[in-house]
């Protein structure tokens, strides 16, 4: 709970940072359309289960897409405000142990919770799902976001 409570505080923090509104509402229209469609997608599956086990065995291919996707955006965003010297090495380290403890700590949880035959992903998977879904670019992009509002 304390990590999705974080998540959610800090989900549009950066995007507000920037003092550009439509930046911010389009982040909004966005997440209410993936959030809709999530919504529609449930409801489809719900009236055809049949379909469930083909998508269950897209979960590991998406989830290793995501961490790709997450790990990308992460290198670049904390090389580019290293670059811009908007945060130093003790910042970016202390973000990566910080993001390194609650996640071990979810996955930690996660191994305690879950019962270990009945999922119908790996561990494995499981582990990089939490690992993708817990926030790390948020921090050097709000920094590159007050920077780049600073200036306007």
């Not at 549009?12 to 529609?40: D, Q």
């Not at 979810?106 to 019962?115: C, K, N, Q, S």
């Not at 035959?117 to 799902?129: A, E």
């Amino acid at each position: 709970m304390p990590a999705v409570t974080w998540k959610h505080l800090t989900d549009g923090f950066a995007l507000a940072l920037t003092g550009r509104r439509w930046i911010a509402a389009g982040a909004t229209y966005l997440f209410l359309s993936v959030f809709f469609g999530l919504t529609a997608a449930g409801v489809w599956f719900a009236r055809h289960p049949n379909e469930l086990p083909r998508f269950i065995a897209l979960v590991p291919l998406l989830v290793v897409c995501g961490t790709i996707l997450k790990g990308a955006v992460v290198v670049g965003t904390f090389r580019s405000a290293l670059r811009r010297r908007l945060i130093d090495w003790r910042d970016f380290w202390g973000a990566l142990g910080v993001w390194g403890i609650l996640t071990a700590c979810a996955v930690g949880l996660a191994i305690l919770v879950l019962p270990a035959g009945t999922l119908p992903v790996s561990r494995p998977i499981i582990v990089l799902g939490i690992a993708t879904f817990m926030p790390l670019v948020r921090f050097p992009l709000a920094t590159m976001a007050l920077d780049w509002n600073r200036h306007r």
